[in-house]
């Protein structure tokens, strides 16, 4: 059936009115046959015809149903910009570009709310979800809460300065956290930075690179005397049985403070006197044995399920930093009065440190210090073993017997060098 076409009295206007096809403006009017308009015009000597659309459709700049007005309205400005040799001639151009600047225009949306967005919803919407398969994402969670959060958390990742950082810094320093740690926080802003420059919120270097961290070197030069180990576990024992009980087995066995917050029954064996670290910094599980000290301590345990950890927090969760009360421990013990260098301040660390001291200092083998501690490279046992004064003293006197009459030979001589001219 060959479709019969009505002209408007709209010039240059047509249409053909669907058989069956029909539509409605709005819920309540009423039902209209559809219609099919086109434009037709002429511009320096080429003729040009486009369907405008259905009057079911929409005009997408205004939203309502084309009409013979509307159309008539399209074909003036059509054929105004053919005429004026513009870029914009038929309806195809137009429509190309209104998807382009409707597309400059969510563009522009997106870039504004990415510019938007702060640093503590990109971390937890974005960052720490891609985090899930790592074993540092508990650690980092809890940086994050601690140190990174509380300073940057509402503010605009792209309003960040090395300003913001350096108080972050300033913080962990004022604390007495160590310098590792500080470069680990520093390392959680850089990989949020570097995701966010990859998804295009921000275009700048991370202003992490603008502050400079000290220097790691945190090897211990200190340990504790066995009294002052008494004192501190007797502080300790008074005042929380749970970090008292982490202490001493850190004092004892070695263990970091990690290692024993993920320890769970199921690592404990009585009968054999042995303990399972599991996932340790070296990537290895380790065994170590149970003084009887320690074993005693364990035995007083009211032991539960293989896989509950022994040392959990108030809510059951896993420790992942040691409490105040072991600051304010040390801190009235005077343990640290007066030492200005971090290395020599005793902290939780300190008793491993005091730990691998002790058995040094005690004749045991480097290398079955290795083991115990756990240490993937030999250069890391080395760090914890200070020989003791009185040892030091022993070495240089015995090598003055092996020399016969070294030491009278300086009796009261005077050595004189011969001046070179």
């Not at 076409?5 to 046959?33: A, F, L, M, N």
């Not at 320096?44 to 309502?64: F, I």
């Not at 990174?148 to 950082?165: E, M, S, V």
């Not at 200005?340 to 210090?369: E, Y």
Request: hydrophobic content about 35%; aromatic content about 10%; charged content about 30%.
């Amino acid at each position: 059936m060959a479709i019969k076409w009505i002209h408007s009295e709209q010039k240059g206007v047509r249409y053909y009115v669907h058989p069956t096809k029909k539509y409605r403006e709005g819920e309540s009017g009423p039902y209209k046959k559809d219609r099919c308009y086109v434009i037709r015009y002429q511009a320096h000597g080429k003729r040009y015809e486009h369907v405008v659309g259905w009057a079911s459709e929409l005009d997408p700049k205004d939203g309502k149903h084309w009409n013979e007005l509307k159309a008539a309205t399209l074909r003036a400005e059509l054929m105004g910009n053919a005429k004026g040799h513009q870029e914009v001639k038929t309806i195809s151009d137009m429509r190309e570009k209104a998807r382009k600047q409707e597309e400059a225009k969510q563009a522009e949306v997106e870039k504004k709310e990415k510019e938007s967005i702060t640093f503590g919803k990109y971390f937890k919407d974005t960052y720490f979800p891609d985090m899930a398969h790592k074993k540092s994402k508990d650690v980092e969670q809890f940086i994050y809460d601690k140190w990174i959060c509380p300073l940057i958390g509402k503010l605009r990742i792209n309003d960040l300065t090395d300003f913001h950082l350096k108080k972050i810094k300033k913080n962990m320093e004022d604390s007495g956290k160590a310098v590792r740690t500080i470069h680990y926080a520093f390392a959680i802003v850089s990989q949020v930075w570097n995701r966010a420059r990859k998804d295009k919120i921000v275009q700048r270097d991370c202003p992490t690179r603008d502050v400079k961290l000290p220097r790691i070197d945190n090897q211990k030069k200190r340990f504790l005397s066995p009294q002052e180990a008494n004192d501190l576990l007797a502080y300790l024992k008074n005042k929380s049985r749970q970090l008292y009980e982490l202490a001493y087995l850190s004092l004892y066995t070695g263990a970091r403070f990690g290692e024993l917050a993920g320890l769970t029954w199921r690592r404990i064996n009585l009968k054999d006197g042995s303990i399972i670290f599991r996932n340790t910094k070296s990537g290895k599980d380790r065994t170590v044995f149970m003084t009887e000290g320690v074993k005693a301590l364990f035995e007083a345990m009211p032991e539960g399920k293989a896989d509950d950890l022994i040392f959990p927090d108030r809510k059951g969760k896993r420790l992942f930093s040691v409490s105040a009360t072991f600051d304010r421990a040390i801190a009235d013990l005077g343990l640290n009065k007066g030492v200005v260098d971090p290395r020599d301040k005793i902290t939780f660390h300190s008793l491993r440190h005091t730990h691998a001291s002790w058995l040094v200092n005690n004749g045991t083998n480097l290398f079955l210090v290795k083991e115990i501690l756990g240490h993937a490279d030999f250069k890391m046992t080395t760090r914890y073993s200070h020989p003791a004064a009185d040892s030091i003293r022993q070495a240089m006197v015995g090598l003055e017997k092996k020399i016969p009459g070294m030491a009278e030979s300086q009796t009261g001589q005077v050595v004189n060098f011969s001046k070179e001219t």
